[in-house]
Nanobody, 115 residues
């Protein structure tokens, strides 16, 4: 059983930056590939990007440049840094892990960007 908790969301002004955190427990963290997703109001959930167990990050094309995913295996944490936030970044951000045939999700963290 993998337990995932996201944190770091909040209300931010446009142009600002935010760091979201994803804590995963229940399995050996360093073995996990972890993804970030987001669901904007009224829209479907989209994959933002992810980081492999080998610390290689990949991003959705539209997210390249402003989004940075990193991991700290000593803290069992994955981070999503978002710069130059716009109101279009307003969404619930989720972290997910695939392990032993099951896709685990966190509860999400709300990011609201004001103009």
């Amino acid at each position: 059983q993998v337990h995932i908790v996201e944190s770091g969301g909040g209300l931010v002004q446009a142009g600002g930056s935010l760091r979201l955190s994803c804590a995963a427990s229940g399995v050996t963290f360093s073995f996990l590939a972890i993804d970030w997703h987001r669901r904007a109001p009224g829209k479907k959930r989209d994959w933002v990007g992810g980081v492999s167990s080998g610390d290689v990050a990949k991003y959705r094309d539209s997210m390249k440049g402003r989004f940075t995913i990193s991991r700290d295996n000593t803290k069992n944490m994955v981070y999503l840094d978002i710069n130059s936030l716009t109101p279009e970044d307003t969404a619930v951000y989720y972290c997910s892990v695939r392990y032993a045939g099951t896709h685990y999700w966190g509860q999400g963290t709300q990011v609201t960007v004001s103009s």
